[in-house]
C-alpha cells in the first residue's frame, strides 16, 4: 500500500458502520510501494538503534495485523520465514505486521503512522525519512503512559462524530449535504476507491458498463461509459485489477447525469415533483408530503437512481426499489 509522505492515514471499515476515514491528525510515513519514487539518503546509527528499539520493545506504540506484508521491491512472498528481520539485544524480530505510530515532539495531536518495515526500506533500499518523524523516533519517551489503541479510537470518534455532524445538516439548498453509499451485490452496484483520492460507482447500464467517478470531497468528477463487449463481471474484475479498485462504502455529495438515469438527491423523484407544483395537489396530499419531507430529513433517507430508483437509509443501504 502506498501513501505519500505526511499524507492523512486512512481507515475504512475497522468500527461502528463502514464508514473511510482520513485521519489528517495521523500523517503516512515509510509507506513506499514499488513504482513510486522515494527520497533516498543516510540515517545515522543511532536513530537505528533507537528505531530498532521501538520497533521490538514500544508495543503499546504498535497496531499489530494478524498477517505478514512483503516488501514489495524485494522478490520474497509474505511468508514468515522469509519476512525482513532485525536483531535488537539478540532478539530477532521478524518486519511486516504492525504499524507505529510516534507522537510528534513539535507538534501536539500529530502523530506518524510507519510500517514496522520503514527500517528495512532504510538499511536496505537508501530511503530518507522526513527530519520530523527521525526527530519523533530519536525523541520517544519509552516511559509514555500512553496507548496506541485507546489514542486511534478517540481520534476516529472525533472524525465520527463530524461524519454524522455533516449527515445531519439540513438539506436547506445552502449546505452540501454527504450521502454514504454501500455496494450492493444483489443489484450489482458496486462502491469503492481507486487509490487514495478517487471515489467510483461501477454497474452495468442497459447493455453498457459505466463508471461514475467523484473526487476526495464528494464532487463528480467523471463518467466513463464502455460497450459491454466481455462478461459484466469479467469488466468489473478488469477494472478492479488495472485501477487498483477497493470495494466499500463511499461518501459523495448529491448530483445528476442528464443523459443517464443516474444520480443522488436527498428526496425522492415523486416529492421533488410535488415541491416543483405544489398547487396541483390537493390539502390532504401536501399534508403527506410535508410529512414525508420531515421523515426523510430527520432519518437521513435519499434516493439513488440508476436505471431504477432505490430508496436507502442514513447509513447508505438501499432498503427498498
Keep these: 500500500m502506498y501513501f505519500k509522505d505526511f499524507d492523512g492515514y486512512s481507515y475504512g471499515t475497522y468500527y461502528g458502520k463502514d464508514l473511510v476515514m482520513v485521519l489528517d491528525e495521523v500523517k503516512t510515513i515509510g509507506w513506499l510501494e514499488n513504482g513510486h519514487e522515494y527520497p533516498k539518503g543516510e540515517v545515522d546509527e543511532q536513530t537505528l538503534f533507537n528505531l530498532r528499539k521501538l520497533i521490538v520493545t514500544a508495543r503499546s506504540a504498535q497496531i499489530y495485523s494478524m498477517d505478514f506484508h512483503d516488501c514489495d521491491f524485494c522478490e ?6 522469509l519476512c525482513p528481520q532485525i536483531i535488537f539485544k539478540g532478539e530477532e524480530w521478524s518486519l511486516g505486521n ?8 513539535t507538534s501536539s495531536g500529530i ?7 520503514i527500517y528495512h526500506y532504510i538499511v536496505d533500499h537508501g530511503y530518507r525519512p522526513p527530519d520530523a518523524f ?10 509514555l503512559n500512553w496507548n496506541v489503541w485507546d489514542t486511534r479510537q478517540s481520534i476516529m470518534e472525533k472524525h465520527r462524530q463530524r461524519i454524522r455532524s455533516e449527515e445531519n445538516k439540513p438539506i436547506d439548498g445552502t449546505v452540501p449535504r ?8 444483489h443489484y450489482e452496484i458496486y462502491t469503492g476507491f481507486s487509490g487514495r483520492n478517487t471515489q467510483i460507482i ?7 458498463f459505466v463508471v461514475v467517478t467523484f473526487d476526495r470531497e464528494g464532487n463528480l468528477t467523471q463518467v466513463i461509459d464502455r460497450p459491454q463487449v466481455v462478461d459484466y463481471l469479467e469488466a468489473l474484475q478488469t477494472m478492479f485489477k488495472e485501477n487498483g479498485f477497493v470495494v466499500g462504502p463511499i461518501r459523495i455529495k448529491a448530483f445528476s447525469l442528464a443523459d443517464y438515469d443516474i444520480g443522488v438527491s436527498g428526496l425522492s423523484q415523486y416529492v421533488d415533483d410535488f415541491l416543483h407544483d405544489p398547487e396541483k395537489f390537493s390539502k390532504e396530499e401536501k399534508a403527506e408530503f410535508q410529512e414525508e419531507i420531515l421523515d426523510w430529513n430527520d432519518n437521513g433517507r435519499f434516493e439513488f437512481l440508476w436505471m431504477n430508483d432505490f430508496w436507502c437509509d442514513r447509513d447508505g443501504y438501499i432498503t427498498a426499489s
Excluded at 76 to 81: I, K, M, N
Excluded at 111 to 117: S, V
Excluded at 134 to 143: G, K, Q, S
Design 134 to 143: 527521525l526527530e519523533a523516533v530519536n525523541c520517544y519517551d519509552f516511559d
Design 111 to 117: 502523530f506518524y503512522a510507519a510500517p514496522d518495515l
Design 76 to 81: 520474497t512472498q509474505p511468508d514468515l520465514d
Design 202 to 208: 461501477a454497474s452495468h447500464y442497459d447493455d453498457r
Design 178 to 185: 454527504i450521502f454514504t453509499l454501500q455496494p450492493n451485490m
Design 98 to 105: 504492525s504499524v507505529m505510530w510516534l507522537p510528534s515532539p
